[in-house]
């Protein structure tokens, strides 16, 4: 069974930062995009940033339009693993969050969901 391993959320005052990290385990076929989405209550999940995997070893970063400037996305192609570093948290931010890879098989995969509280 294919696991997504997800860390870092808690609870930050706005203005502060926290990083989220993303592993998969267990038996995967090759990744091609891995990302972050995040869900509020009462509200539709949305995309927060993605990464391709490029031929050179790097990845292509996509952000959602309210936390460019904000977030950054990187990834560790040797294991697979993407993380996200979000700074200048804002209360708009809370949500749970949800780790997603989608492999060249368009197999698709999602974390259980890390919270992330931003205080005023």
């Known amino acids: 069974q294919v696991r997504l391993e997800e860390s870092g959320g808690g609870l930050v005052q706005a203005g502060g930062s926290l990083r989220l990290s993303c592993a998969p385990s267990g038996r995967i076929s090759t990744i091609a995009v891995m990302g972050w989405y995040r869900q509020a209550p009462g509200k539709q999940r949305d995309l927060v940033a993605t990464?391709?995997?490029?031929?050179?070893?790097?990845?292509?970063?996509k952000y959602a339009e309210s936390v460019k400037g904000r977030v950054t996305i990187s990834r560790d192609n040797a294991k697979n693993m993407i993380v996200l570093q979000m700074n200048s948290l804002k209360p708009e931010d809370t949500a749970v969050y949800y780790c997603?890879?989608?492999?060249?098989?368009?197999?698709?995969?999602w974390g259980q969901g890390t919270q992330v509280t931003v205080s005023s």
């Open positions: 990464i391709t995997r490029s031929i050179t070893g790097g990845g292509t970063p």
């Open positions: 997603n890879a989608q492999t060249y098989n368009a197999d698709e995969y």
